[in-house]
C-alpha cells in the first residue's frame, strides 16, 4: 500500500515542498502504515432503481439524490465500504498535537492521504473480485446530494461499530477520526468518469484548496 | 449448578445470527423482541439448552439507556423481560442465565466524548436491572475499549454480588480496536475483579489462539474463549467454518488453557453440539500464568523485569511553576512535563498534585485523565489524600501504583482496601508511627508488616513494591549505608521490588549530581529496581544505561549503543550566540529560542519582551505565511518557538511572584457535535504565543456552557469552530446564546463548513485561519 505523499502535504497546506518535506513525508506514511494501517470492510449488494434513489434491496437501503442514481443507475451491483486507520492513529495525533503542533498538522494530513490509500486497497480487492464487471467512480455520503446521514446506514450495514470500531455520532462525524464511507457501482459496462472536479463538491464555495488557487487533487 | 465445578464450561453461540434467520428486520432493535417476539427469543434459548449449553445468555446486549433513549421503553423493562426468558427456559435444566451485557455504542473519552462517569452510571442501571430481574451470572462482552470494560466491571461488583465474566473483542493484530493488549486486559480486569477474562467474536477460533495464550499467561483466573465461526466472507458476510471444524479448533484453544467455551457470530446449536462432544472428558491445559510484578495502560503492558525508571518531575514541591500551573489549572503544562520525561526515557511517572490551595480529590482524576489523553505510560498515583487516590484509581485506564501506604495503623487501613479494590501496584514506606526507623533491620520489619497486612487483603505480593527512603546525607550521614542496606535485604531476602527516590540523598550539597549518581549506582546494585529520578538529568539516564549493560538487561548493549550514538557532540555552528530572536522563532528553534529569551530576561522586563521582540517576530512570520513563502507547519513551529520564549517569560514572573502576561483573556470550544478538533487546536497554539490566554472549553461542548463560562469568566471573545453542515445550527445557537447575556462577547467562528457570509448572518467574526484569529483578538483586546 503507498501513501500519496503529494497529496498529503496538499493537506497540510505545503504549498510548495521541498525534498525534505517530502522524505519527512514519507517516512511519516512509514509510521503510520506500521502503527496503525488503514483496515477496511466492505460488502456487495445487488442494485435496483426504486422511488427513492437507488435500491439496495437485500440490505433494504436506498441512497436517494440524483447523484446516487446518475453513479448507479447502469449498475447491477453496488459495493459499500468504509475504511479507518483506527483508534490508534487518534492517539498518534493526540500524543503529537502534545508535543508538537507543527508535526501534529503534518501527520493529521498524512492520516488523511493514508486513509484514501486504503480505500484504494479495499476496492483493488472488490475489482479482483468482480473481474468481469466495471466499477464506477468511488463516492461518499456528504458528496453532491447524498446526504451524511448515508453514513449511518453504510456502517450498520457492514456492522462496522462491532467489525472495525468505527462509530457515528448523532452529527454523523465519525471516530476514529480517519474514518471514510463510500459507495461503488459494478456494471457490465465500463463506467465514465463522472465525479472528479470541484462542480461536484459540496465543499466547493468555502474550500481553503480551492481559494488558494488549487484543489485537493480530485479535479479532472 | 456452581458454573465453577465444570471442567470446561460450554457456553451459547450467536444470538444475533439466530434473530436474523428468526427473520429480524435490518435496523431492528434485537432487544426489544425480546417484548414483542418472546416466543423467537424462547425458541433460541432452547436450542442452545438442548446443545448442552450451561450458561445461556440472555438477549440483553444492547438493552441500555442509549440505546433505548427513544424507543419508549425502559432499561429495567426489556432486561427484565431478557433474563425472564432466559431464566424460563433454563428452568429445570440446572443451567444458568446471563445477563448479557455489550458496549454502550458510543465511545468513551478521549477517544470519544462520553466521560467514564456517565458510562459507569448507564451500566450501573443495567446492573442493577439484571439483578433485580434475577439473572445468575453477568456477562460483559465484545468490549473493545478497556475503559469501558472497567466501567462495566466496576458497576457489576458496585451494583451486584453476582459473578462476572468479562470478554474483549480483538482483531487480528491482536490488539482490540482500542489498541488493548490481552496482557494489559487480563491484569487488568482481574485486579478489579472479574471471575473469568477472556476474549469473543471478531476471530475465528484459530486467530485467537495466540491471544488465548497470552491472556492464560497473564491471569489465574478461567479463561473464556467464545469466538466467531471463522472470518465472514467480505463480499457477502457469510461466516466459514463447518461446526466440525469450528469444533476441532476450539480444541486447541482448550489445550492452552481456554477453561469456558462457547461460540459468537456465525454459530448456532450444531456448533455448540460438536463443541460439547469436544469437551467432553477434556481438562483445559495449564495457562502457565507468568507471576511478576506489572503495570500498564491499555495499549502498553509494562511488566517489572530489571530497571524501571520512574520519573519524579509531575511534582509541585520546590516548583513556582509547576504550583503556578496547578493554580491556574494548566493541564497543558503538566502534559508537556509528562511529554519530556517520556521522551527522555521515564517508563512509569509519578503524578503529585498535592500543593495548598488545590483540591487535590478532584485535581489528581483530571490530571489523569490529561495525561491518559495525550501519553501513553503507566503512572504512579502520588498522594497522602486517600479520596484523591481513590477518585484518580477509578478513572486511571490500566493498572497503575498507589504511592503510597506506611507501616502506620491509618495508613494501613484506608490505603490498602483502596489497591485490593482497584487492582492497582503499591509502594510500602517502611515507616510508622515512631517516624523513619534508623536501621535497616526496623526498616525490612516494617516492609514485612506492609507485606503482611497486604497479602491478608489479597492483594499478591508482586504487587507490594517497598521504599526504604532516602534520607538527606548532609543532615544524616550514617543512614545513607543504612538504606542501601535495607535495600538489598528487601530485595534479596523478600524478594519484593524496590523503589526509591534517589534525588533526595544530595539535598544541600554542592555538586549535587555527582552524590545522586554515585548513590543511584549504588543502590541499584543493592537490588534497586525502580528507582524515582529526574530522567532530564542526562547523567542519571547515563548511569542507568551503564547499570543495563552490566547487569545484561540491555542485551548486545545495544540500546547503550544507540543512546551515545545517536547524540552528536555538541556542535558549534557558525551562528550560535549570533542567532537574534527573531531568527530562532522565524525557524522555529524552541530551546534556541528559550535560550536567548532567558539571556535577555537578565536586563529586559517580561513585557517589553514580548511587545517589543516576541510579537514582531511573529508578526513577521505571519506575513510571510499570508505571502505563501512560509506553510502551516513552519507557522506552526514558530508558534511553538514563541511558546518556549513564553515558557521562560512565566517562569521568570512565576519567581518574582509578579503576575501572568495576558494580553486578553479568549474562550476557545469546538461546538455540539463536534468532535474533531484539531482545527481548534491550531488557533489555539496561535493566539497562546501571541500571549493571549485561552481557556479551552474542548470539543463537543453544549451552547449553554459556553455561554455560562462566558459570562461566569467576564470573557471579550470567544471562538467557535464547527466542522460539518450538521452542526451548525449548534454555532448558530451558541452566538444566540453569547449576544443575549449581559455583556455580549464579541464571537469568531471558523471550521472547515464556515464562510464569511454565514458568519455575517450569525452575528460573528469570520476567522479564515488562525492568522485571522490573531487580527481579530487585536483588535477585540485594542486599548
Redesign the interface.
Known sequence: MRVNVDDALRYAGVRVPSGMDRAAMESRAERVLSLSPPRFLYRVFALEAGENGMLLTEAGLSLPGALARKMLSGCRKAALMVCTLGAGFDAMLRAAQARDMAEAVLLDACGSAAVEAGCDAAEKEIAARFPRMYRTDRFSPGYGDLPLESQKEILRLLDAEKRLGVHAAPSCLMLPMKTVTAAVGLADAPQPARIRGCAICALRERCALRQGGTSCGLEE | MDWKNEPVLLLDGAMGTALQKKGM???ESPELLNLTRPEWIREIHEGYLAAGSRVIYANTFGANGLKLRDTGHTVEEVIGAGVRLAKEAAAGTGALAALDVG?L???LE????MAFEEAYALFAEIMAAGKNAGADLIAIE?M?DLQEARAALLAAREQTDLPVFVTM?F?PSGR????CTPASMARVLEGLGADAVGLN??LGPREALPLIREIAQNTHLPVIAKPNAGL?D????HYGLTPRAFAAQMAALVETGAAIVGGCCGTDPDYLNELKKMIAGRTPGQGGFLPCAFVCTA?RPLPIRGVRVIGERINPTGKKRFQQALLENDL?YI??AA?QQMDAGAEILDVNVGYPGVDEAAMLPRVVKALQ????IPLQLDSVNPAALENALRVYCGKAAVNSVSGKEESLQTVLPLVKKYGAAVVGLTLDENGIPDTADRRVEIAEKILRRAEKMGIPRQDVWIDCLTLTVSAQQDQAEETLRAVERVSRDMGLKTVLGVSNISFGLPSRLMVTQTFLVRALQAGLTLPIVNPNQKEIMDAIAAHRVLSGEDPKCERYIARFAAAPAPEKTPEAGQMTLRDAIAR?LRSEAARIARGMLRDTEELALVEGHLIPALDQVGADYER?IV???????A??AAQAVFEEIKASLAQKGGAAVSRGRIILATVQ????D?GK??VK?VLENYGYQVLDLGR?VPPERIAEAAEREGIRLVGLSA?????LPAMEETARLLHATANPPAVMVGG????EEYARRIGARYA??ARAAVEIARKVFSP
Open positions: 428486520r435490518p435496523g458496549p455504542g458510543a465511545l478521549p477517544l470519544g466524548t465484545t473493545t473483542s482483531d482490540t480496536f482500542t489498541g467474536c471478531s465472514p467480505p463480499v457477502d458476510g495499549a497543558d502534559v508537556d511529554v489523553s495525550a501519553v501513553d522555529g505563501g506553510f502551516l507547519p513552519q507557522l506552526l513551529s508558534a511553538q457535535g463536534d468532535i474533531h484539531i487546536n491550531i497554539t463537543d466542522l460539518m453542515t450538521t452542526t472547515a463548513v464556515v464562510t479564515r485561519d
